[in-house]
Every structure is written in C-alpha cells, then in structure tokens.
C-alpha cells in the first residue's frame, strides 16, 4: 500500500516563507509522479494549486511555487499572509485512474 | 461556467446502498475523465475512484473495490457512484472532481454531498 506522506501541521511568521513536503512511505518522489498540491479552507471544496511538480494553476499568485526537494515534491510559499491559513494536500499520480492523496498538512500563518 | 453539482447523499444504515450523482455543467463533459475523492469528518482527502471520458475504463482505491460502481452517462452529462455493502468508515463527504484533459490535475470541484452510515 503506498502511502504519501505530508506534515501533519506547520507554522509560519507573516511575512515568512514556508517549504511544505510530499513524500511516499517508500521510494523517491519525481516528476513522474506529476505531483500536485491543493488548498481546502474548512467548508470549501479544495482548490487547485500547482500540478505537474512546478506549473502553477490560473489565477495562483506566484509567492507559491513547486519544486522537488531531494526525494520528495514540495510546496513553498514566500511571503505567507493570513488568508494562506488553511489545509494543503499533494496529490501523486501512480497510474491511469489512481491518484493517491497525502494526509494534508495544517498551516498556521502566526 | 464550469459546475459540479453532487446529490444522492443522506443517512444510511450499515450495509446499505446509496447513488450518487454528480451532474456537470459547462464543459465539455465527454472529453473529461472524473474522479470521485471522499473525505470524513475531520480528515483529509481520499481517492475513491475514477472514469475515463468515454466510460470504458474504472478504476477503485483498495477500500471501496467490490463495493462501489462509478459509471456516467454522456448523454446526460452526469457522473455516478453506486455505493453498496457501505460501513460506518464510508461516512465522508464525497466530492466529484473534474480531470483536465491529458493533464493529472483536478480543475474543479463541486462542493460535495455527505454520506453518513449509521445505525
């Protein structure tokens, strides 16, 4: 069973930047896992954030960005501000019709 | 403009069945693959399966296999998932997720129905 595993939470000053990770229980994670990352505010449907490791989604500003970091994909933001206050997931791809979600990790803009 | 909009969710008791329908909008809807992606009070996000555009392939995460359907109809534009044998582990809200075309991302979302199984 492959597991993607993210933080479970994460603070960041205002102003600050803020690496969030996206790893797999097993292995390394490449650009061949097309992963992407989305926001959910409580209540809300998730948003989409950057796909294809580093490709933002219209309308994204580009204080967030995508990246591989070693074995695992990550999401930066630069510049946090209150509203980025929320639930981040990646996303992997592993194949056609599977998607595997992380656990999402909470972040605290304090 | 793009929408998804979900029905069919309610209580349930233990191994009983629902459907849920997911009817789209605003897009070419026969061009797009589309996922179901559920999550439960308080947790995150999980993948419960998926379509391609004309129907032909499916796909299921381990923990609905045998147990839930996705199907479509084209003609109607709406998505379905057939929900049977369902646990109390099934409570989540389910969403219905638009895949862009020949990318691995999901473009829009509706904003869910909740399924509840309980006795």
């Known amino acids: 069973q492959t597991v993607v595993t993210q933080e479970s939470s994460f603070s960041v000053s205002p102003g600050g930047t803020v690496t969030l990770t996206c790893g797999l229980s097993s292995g390394s994670v490449s650009t061949s896992y097309y992963p992407s990352w989305y926001q959910q505010t409580p209540g809300q449907a998730p948003r989409s954030l950057i796909f294809?490791?580093?490709t933002r989604s219209s309308g994204v500003p580009d204080r967030f960005s995508g990246s591989i970091l070693g074995n695992k994909a990550a999401l930066t933001i630069t510049g946090a501000q209150a509203d980025d206050e929320c639930d981040y997931y990646c996303v992997l791809y592993m194949g056609p019709g599977i998607s595997v979600f992380g656990g999402g990790t909470k972040l605290t803009v304090l | 403009e793009v929408q998804l909009v979900e029905s069919g969710g309610g209580l349930v008791q233990p191994g009983g069945s629902l459907r849920l329908s997911c009817s789209a909008s605003?897009?070419?809807?026969?061009?797009?693959?589309m996922h179901w992606v559920r999550q439960a009070p308080g947790k995150g996000l999980e993948y419960v399966s998926a379509?391609?555009?004309?129907?032909?392939?499916?796909y299921y995460s381990d923990s609905v296999k045998g147990r839930f359907t996705i199907s479509r109809d084209n003609s109607k534009n709406t998505l379905y998932l057939q929900m049977s044998s369902l646990r109390t582990e099934d409570t989540a809200v389910y969403y219905c997720a638009k895949r862009v075309p020949g990318v691995k991302r999901y473009d829009y979302w509706g904003q869910g129905t909740l399924v509840t199984v309980s006795s």
């Open positions: 294809n490791t580093n």
């Open positions: 605003g897009f070419t809807f026969s061009t797009c693959a």
């Open positions: 379509i391609s555009s004309n129907g032909g392939s499916t």
